[in-house]
């Protein structure tokens, strides 16, 4: 049974919490409506309710925490649960309100934060045993920003070992179906949105694990141009490539949190200098002159579930939009940062060299296996990184023009529906590539261009299926606007998962 997220006029939580609590406790059905289970408001209905005074972070905190309590068991979605910090922070953020002080409209909203995003004083895992006891001192940029915005961390989420492919923590269950992948290496945070256990989350994106999971978990997730979100206090799995991005249930939601972590760090190397935007802002202006770029690409060997969806919103878009055009997008094989390529091996052994050196018995087998591989094949091919970092910075010279003729670009996020969680796991110990899946999304952070993913329907057996949208540096602005009016054109970001209290945990 999927359950509808209804609007209301207004809401009256605080005799509903308690009752909350005991009805999940006891394993009574999922809650259908926000007037009974605040959890279920998205950030931008929440932020709202807190800042009007009819509904208090606490009120707020305590329904996600009661959702984790009864959810989280069945998902796998948090490494650490941070309740008791949830819950100081979420009175003090009261506290502020009522003494005339409003942060913003991050004020008292609990997220999740990818467990490689450092917090200072709770541990930080990089989801391995390696750091399984890690406790940072400092926050990570971007823990900061959220911080002084006001918002409540309420947990860290799992990921795959470092972001590569092994599941110390074990894999993190699919909400709309339990016995399903949700997507890597983000995919606590995907999933802690989806279940509704926060209200947002960040991720960390290489070759997809942001967009990945956004469109196995029926979320937004966005990879924003490279350098305009600060990565100082994240854990480097291919620096070159490596984004930090918002993840939601809607797209208002994503550019609330893309507007408090974009800006420039100068003590961070990948950073940008870029003139502040007001992303929620830009959602408002006009897409109906929006050219849209179709790349042949990306469309190769679609299941017929993904082709049907993205084709229905493909012409929704063109309804919405000046229509579309066929184009080419560059290779980006010479730059070596393709999977398997000389350049991603070398920086992800140089970033691990030291780790993997004093500590490779803790290794997840997978990971430990591709780390042995690198070490013996790019260790020392200094020369083959650096010619493909020269043709790396020369496609993100470049790639602007292949938007000549059109504003932005449309694609499936995945080609294939979510893998069975067992058969993902049995492809983890294979040497054939471990998730195909990735294909379209990897090509984005060579670019080095902002891309969005965006729920567009769901398979015959209700599975996710994803929508890609892509534009040229810094072009954030139009590429969620365009995300958001085919969001509002539709109704599937108003779809939650079939999760129940009573809903049963797959063996295996």
Known sequence: M?????????????????????????????????????????????????????????QLTEACLARISV???????????????????????????????????????????????DTAGTRTTEGSAVFAGRVPTEDATVTSRLKDAGAVIIGKANLHEFGMNG???????????????????????????????????????????????????SIVGL????????????????????????????VQDTAMLLNQIAGYDDLDISSVDHPREDYVAALNQPVKDFRLGLAAQFFDHLNPEV??????????????????????????????MDPGGPGIGAEIYAYQEEIFRNQGAAYMLPDRQRLEELAAVHGGDAAAYIRGRWEL?????????????????????????????ADFAKNLYDSTPKDPSIANFDAFNV?????????????????????????????????????????????????LPPLAPDSTVPSG
């Open 2 to 58: 999927e359950i509808t997220r209804r609007r209301f006029a207004k809401l009256a939580v605080g005799a509903t919490l308690l009752p909350l609590a005991g009805r999940l406790a006891r394993g009574e059905r999922a809650l259908a409506s926000p007037e009974e289970d605040p959890a279920l408001l998205t950030l931008t209905e929440a932020s709202a309710r807190i800042r009007a005074g009819t509904l208090s972070s606490s």
């Open 71 to 117: 959810y989280d068991p069945k998902l796998n979605a948090f490494i650490t649960v941070m309740a008791d910090e949830a819950r100081a922070r979420a009175i003090l953020m009261d506290a502020e309100l009522k003494a005339g002080r409003w942060r913003g409209p991050l004020h008292g909203i609990p997220l999740s934060l990818k467990d490689l995003i």
């Open 167 to 217: 599941a110390y923590f074990s894999m993190v269950r699919n909400p709309w179906n339990l016995e399903y992948y949700s997507g890597g290496s983000s995919s606590g945070s995907a999933a802690s949105v989806s279940a509704c256990l926060c209200c947002g989350s960040l991720g960390t994106d290489t070759g997809g694990s942001v967009r990945g999971p956004a469109s196995y978990c």
């Open 223 to 250: 990879k924003a141009t490279y350098g305009l979100v600060p990565l100082r206090g994240i854990f480097k799995g291919v620096l070159s490539l490596d984004h930090c991005g918002p993840m939601a249930r809607t």
């Open 307 to 336: 082709a049907k969806a993205v084709d229905d919103a493909i012409e929704i878009l063109r309804g919405l939009t000046r229509g579309t055009r066929s184009i080419s997008m560059p290779p980006t094989a010479a730059s070596g």
């Open 393 to 421: 910075e020369r496609i993100r010279r470049t790639i602007d023009r292949a938007f000549a003729d059109v504003d932005l670009v449309v694609l499936p996020a995945r080609r294939v529906l979510a893998p069975r969680l």
């Open 447 to 495: 670019y080095g261009i902002p891309a969005v993913s965006v729920p567009c329907g769901f398979s015959k057996g209700g599975l996710p299926i994803g929508l890609m949208i892509a534009g040229p540096h810094f072009s954030e602005g139009k590429v969620l606007a365009l995300a958001n009016a085919y969001e509002q054109a539709t109704a599937w970001h108003r779809r």
